[in-house]
Each structure stands twice: as structure tokens, then as C-alpha cells.
């Protein structure tokens, strides 16, 4: 890449919209001088929402406490180089100071009890997005593997005018479409997909339709396209590449208008892969990166590594034609834009 790109780079605002759990399995390059958190911070990117609780597992208000406590010790240990957001200036000034702006956000709903209450003590405790299904029937309405989306439900309805009062940001990601649409209608500010792909490019069971991607943005939220292979593969066995995820963000500015309502959410999550268990050994030589080019681990697209290749994705981007602005929008601003609109 260019020295000019790089800089550029550096010069940017980078934000993941969706990271999946910093404190999960660290990848086999940390060693004793460098941690999960250097690694993040030399690939470029300066903040990352992390998903620090599912409805995968079993959770209750008691586990969104634990886990926002576990996140706040990490701070006080790492405070030179990471700082949790509760602000936007969080993240600027994490950016001059070459910390890690970290916001704290949920995949699912089930720790609100169907309490909304505790929507606002959550948003007191620092959390500060919330998705409101995980695939199946939550408080809030469907999620997006259910037969029969009854759309979404009273409480729903309610909590999410709650969430607009406190500033907590919706996020639609796993959300059945029939859901989906009436969140959409029933909230007064932009909802966002923190990790999704375009069924228009792969017909995918998690990736939207076009008639969500123009009534998402309408309302002025976004779309985080998420690299996931199998959400971005557009032949079969053939491994998807960084321009096949590029497309996706052409995809949304030729129904939208702009690449004002795209983002990245990369879902980051443990590398569980024979190639993976190898490196971890000690066998250096037979994997090249996260999302990299190797074989035994096929859930990434191919050439954007999360930790060394964000400069590549940058470089991808400007040579297909999108100007450095939108890039920026797309790397980070369009998530500032939105973070500043919604919370309080």
C-alpha cells in the first residue's frame, strides 16, 4: 500500500460496529509485549462496539451487571490504552491520545427481564446499544430464524420508545424482517445493523432485502456489512474476496443514494480452525492472518485480516473508485454521525 494510504489511515477515525467480545480467546500472535488490545490498535482501528452479552447463553440483569463490571476492571488495568465510551468525545479523544474507545452493546435482550426499567439503569451502567432479538422470539418481537414473525410485541413497542428517551441505540441485526420494519416505524431515531449482509449479493437467512437497506436509511440509520464469508460468498466453492465485500457498499449508495448508510460490523470471533490450533503450537508458517488466505478456516473474506489488513481493505476501496470522504464515512464517521444523534 501507498505511504500516503497509510497515513490516511492513521488519519481516520476507524470504528467496528460490531467486534464480538474483546476478553473472549485471544488470537495465537499475543504474546507477553503484545496484547488483544495493541493488535486491534496497530491495524488502524480506534473503536470497536463490543457484544459483551448473548441470548446464546442464558442472561439475566445479574449477568449484564458481571459483565459490565468485567469490562470496567480491564479499564482500570489498561486505562493507558483503553477507555470505555460513554460519550462521542470518548472516541475523539481516545483517538488523539492512541487509546482504544470502547463501547459496550448486547446481542439480544433477555437481560432486561422484560423489565423497562432497567433500559435506563442500563444506559446508567455504560451501555449504550442494544439488540433487540438473537435469532429467535425475544420480549421484543422475532428474530430472523423464527418460522412465523408475529412482528413486533407491546412491550416491544414500549421499550423502544424508552430506549429513545434514554439515547440507548437500537440495533436490528438477527431481527426478523416483519420486526424489523415495525422497529423501524415505532422508533423517533436512526436504527442501525451492526453486522449484516445484502440478500440482493447471497441469499443468506441473516442477510436483508433491499425494502429494509431504503427504510433503514430513510430515517437516516445504516447497514454494518459484516465480512463473513459465508454471508459474502457469490459463487459456490469459491472463497469471497475484499471486492466481493465492496460491492456490498455500492449495493446500498445505488439504493440510497450515498454511502452515507454504510458501515463495517465484523463479528470478530475465535478462530477455531485446525489451521488455528497449528499456529497456536507453535506451526507460524501454515496460516497468514484472520481473515487471511489459508486453508481450514473458510468464515472470512479472503485478503482482510483484522489485525494488519484494514489498510488493504482502505486500499481496495479507493482504487474501485470511492473517494477518500465516503471511505472515511464508511470506516468510521457514518457510526459517529449516528452515536451522535442518538445518545443522550
Same mark, same amino acid.
Given at each position: 500500500m501507498?505511504q500516503?494510504?497509510m497515513?490516511?489511515?492513521?488519519k481516520m477515525i476507524?470504528v467496528d460496529?460490531?467486534?464480538h467480545?474483546l476478553?473472549?480467546d485471544?488470537?495465537p500472535?499475543?504474546?507477553?509485549d503484545?496484547?488483544?488490545?495493541?493488535?486491534i490498535?496497530?491495524?488502524g482501528v480506534?473503536?470497536?462496539t463490543d457484544?459483551?452479552?448473548?441470548d446464546?447463553?442464558p442472561?439475566?440483569?445479574?449477568?449484564l451487571c458481571?459483565?459490565?463490571?468485567?469490562y470496567?476492571?480491564?479499564e482500570?488495568?489498561?486505562?493507558?490504552?483503553l477507555?470505555l465510551?460513554h460519550?462521542?468525545?470518548d472516541?475523539y479523544?481516545a483517538h488523539?491520545t492512541n487509546?482504544l474507545a470502547?463501547i459496550?452493546?448486547t446481542q439480544g435482550?433477555?437481560?432486561?427481564e422484560?423489565?423497562?426499567?432497567?433500559?435506563?439503569?442500563?444506559?446508567?451502567?455504560?451501555?449504550?446499544m442494544v439488540?433487540? *432479538?438473537y435469532n429467535g422470539e425475544?420480549?421484543f418481537?422475532?428474530g430472523?430464524?423464527v =418460522?412465523?414473525?408475529k412482528?413486533l #410485541?407491546?412491550? $416491544?413497542?414500549?421499550a423502544?420508545l424508552?430506549?429513545?428517551?434514554?439515547g440507548m441505540?437500537i440495533d436490528?441485526?438477527?431481527?426478523?424482517f416483519?420486526t424489523?420494519e415495525?422497529a423501524?416505524?415505532?422508533?423517533?431515531?436512526?436504527?442501525?445493523?451492526?453486522?449484516v449482509?445484502?440478500?440482493?449479493?447471497?441469499?443468506?437467512?441473516?442477510?436483508?432485502p433491499?425494502?429494509?437497506i431504503?427504510?433503514?436509511a430513510?430515517?437516516g440509520?445504516?447497514v454494518?456489512?459484516?465480512?463473513?464469508?459465508v454471508?459474502?460468498i457469490r459463487?459456490a466453492?469459491?472463497?469471497p474476496?475484499v471486492?466481493?465485500?465492496?460491492?456490498?457498499?455500492?449495493?446500498?449508495a445505488?439504493?440510497?443514494g450515498?454511502?452515507?448508510h454504510?458501515a463495517?460490523? *465484523?463479528?470478530?470471533?475465535s478462530r477455531?480452525s485446525?489451521?488455528n490450533d497449528?499456529? =497456536?503450537?507453535g506451526?507460524e508458517r #501454515?496460516v497468514? $492472518?484472520?481473515f487471511?488466505?489459508?486453508d481450514?478456516?473458510?468464515?472470512h473474506?479472503?485478503?482482510?485480516?483484522y489485525?494488519d489488513e484494514?489498510?488493504?481493505?482502505?486500499?481496495?476501496?479507493?482504487a474501485?473508485g470511492i473517494s477518500?470522504?465516503?471511505?472515511?464515512?464508511?470506516?468510521g464517521?457514518?457510526?459517529?454521525?449516528i452515536y451522535?444523534?442518538?445518545?443522550?
Amino acid at each position: 500500500m501507498q505511504q500516503k494510504n497509510m497515513n490516511l489511515l492513521n488519519k481516520m477515525i476507524v470504528v467496528d460496529g460490531l467486534f464480538h467480545t474483546l476478553n473472549g480467546d485471544p488470537p495465537p500472535e499475543c504474546n507477553q509485549d503484545k496484547d488483544i488490545i495493541d493488535m486491534i490498535l496497530d491495524g488502524g482501528v480506534d473503536c470497536i462496539t463490543d457484544s459483551i452479552i448473548s441470548d446464546e447463553f442464558p442472561s439475566d440483569f445479574k449477568s449484564l451487571c458481571n459483565a459490565i463490571y468485567e469490562y470496567q476492571l480491564i479499564e482500570e488495568v489498561a486505562n493507558h490504552k483503553l477507555t470505555l465510551v460513554h460519550s462521542v468525545d470518548d472516541i475523539y479523544q481516545a483517538h488523539e491520545t492512541n487509546k482504544l474507545a470502547l463501547i459496550l452493546s448486547t446481542q439480544g435482550s433477555d437481560f432486561l427481564e422484560a423489565d423497562i426499567r432497567l433500559i435506563s439503569l442500563s444506559y446508567q451502567l455504560g451501555l449504550r446499544m442494544v439488540q433487540i *432479538t438473537y435469532n429467535g422470539e425475544s420480549s421484543f418481537g422475532s428474530g430472523v430464524y423464527v =418460522k412465523e414473525d408475529k412482528g413486533l #410485541t407491546r412491550f $416491544g413497542q414500549q421499550a423502544i420508545l424508552e430506549m429513545d428517551r434514554v439515547g440507548m441505540l437500537i440495533d436490528l441485526s438477527h431481527v426478523g424482517f416483519r420486526t424489523v420494519e415495525e422497529a423501524i416505524d415505532t422508533s423517533s431515531n436512526p436504527t442501525v445493523f451492526s453486522h449484516v449482509g445484502l440478500k440482493a449479493l447471497n441469499d443468506h437467512t441473516r442477510n436483508i432485502p433491499d425494502h429494509l437497506i431504503k427504510k433503514i436509511a430513510k430515517k437516516g440509520g445504516i447497514v454494518g456489512l459484516c465480512p463473513h464469508g459465508v454471508m459474502n460468498i457469490r459463487e459456490a466453492n469459491s472463497r469471497p474476496t475484499v471486492d466481493n465485500f465492496i460491492d456490498a457498499f455500492f449495493h446500498i449508495a445505488d439504493l440510497t443514494g450515498s454511502m452515507e448508510h454504510s458501515a463495517i460490523g *465484523t463479528d470478530r470471533w475465535s478462530r477455531e480452525s485446525f489451521a488455528n490450533d497449528l499456529k =497456536k503450537i507453535g506451526f507460524e508458517r #501454515t496460516v497468514k $492472518g484472520f481473515f487471511g488466505k489459508f486453508d481450514g478456516n473458510s468464515k472470512h473474506v479472503e485478503g482482510f485480516n483484522y489485525y494488519d489488513e484494514w489498510s488493504n481493505l482502505l486500499d481496495r476501496m479507493l482504487a474501485r473508485g470511492i473517494s477518500e470522504a465516503d471511505a472515511a464515512g464508511i470506516l468510521g464517521t457514518n457510526w459517529l454521525r449516528i452515536y451522535k444523534q442518538v445518545w443522550k
